[in-house]
Antibody, heavy 121, light 108 residues
Framework: EVQLVESGGGLVQPGGSLRLSCAASGFTTSSNYMSWVRQAPGKGLEWVSVLYSGSGGSTYYADSVKGRFTISRDNSKNTLYLQMNSLRAEDTAIYYC?????????????WGQGTLVTVSS | EIVMTQSPATLSVSPGERVTLSCRASQSVSSNLAWYQHKPGQAPRLLIYSASTRATGIAARFSGSGSGTEFTLTISRLQSEDFAVYYCQQYDNWPPVTFGQGTKLEIK
């Protein structure tokens, strides 16, 4: 059974950093495209970042987080990460990790329950 | 960036009714369109991809149609568990993918 469990969220001051983790089971993260999607309070879903499959997986970011966030994975732990630096109030959101489809890699076929990040002084 | 616009923002309907949700793209996305269901406190769930293909385990009462810039999600007979927020997502020439702002289905 595919499972994704996010952790690492919390309260952080503006300008601070946080690292989110997404522990995967039931599949191998390195064999799938893995993404982060967020939902700000009262808002819709916003794509944040994607890490392609393979050893040299390419990474892409939304313009809103480019240069501040870094997506990565640890194959030995089968875990996806999102390092978030220079956090802003507008980064406050529930952050979901998601696994792509096998054939259609741009869709999110499995999602975690999310972890809440609050950026506030 | 392709902008996705969903209408209406909120739809009040009764169980058993048929409902159609709309999604419009700012430029053609071919059939590269997915629909998700999202309930409060839960993970989003993929319903439809490639505009009209139901995801694994999705009930037949959910159907998608459209291509280019106009898409619809139809729920043939609403059940109590279908009240949620629905998002469309385009993935033509991605990344990035972009989502619509969502349509909330509420009980009348």
């Amino acid at each position: 059974e595919v499972q994704l469990v996010e952790s690492g969220g919390g309260l952080v001051q503006p300008g601070g950093s946080l690292r989110l983790s997404c522990a995967a089971s039931g599949f191998t993260t390195s064999s799938n495209y893995m993404s982060w999607v967020r939902q700000a309070p009262g808002k819709g879903l916003e794509w944040v970042s994607v890490l392609y499959s393979g050893s040299g997986g390419s990474t892409y970011y939304a313009d809103s987080v480019k240069g501040r966030f870094t997506i990565s994975r640890d194959n030995s732990k089968n875990t996806l990460y999102l390092q978030m630096n220079s956090l802003r109030a507008e980064d406050t959101a529930i952050y979901y990790c998601a696994r792509s489809g096998v054939v259609v890699t741009a869709i999110a076929t499995y999602w975690g329950q999310g972890t809440l990040v609050t950026v506030s002084s | 960036e392709i902008v996705m616009t969903q209408s209406p923002a909120t739809l009040s309907v009764s169980p058993g009714e048929r409902v159609t949700l709309s999604c419009r793209a700012s430029q053609s996305v071919s059939s590269n369109l997915a629909w998700y269901q999202h309930k409060p406190g839960q993970a989003p769930r993929l319903l439809i991809y490639s505009a009209s293909t139901r995801a694994t385990g999705i009930a037949a009462r959910f159907s998608g149609s459209g291509s280019g810039t106009e898409f619809t999600l139809t729920i043939s007979r609403l059940q109590s568990e279908d009240f949620a927020v629905y998002y469309c997502q385009q993935y033509d020439n991605w990344p990035p993918v972009t989502f619509g702002q969502g349509t909330k289905l509420e009980i009348k």
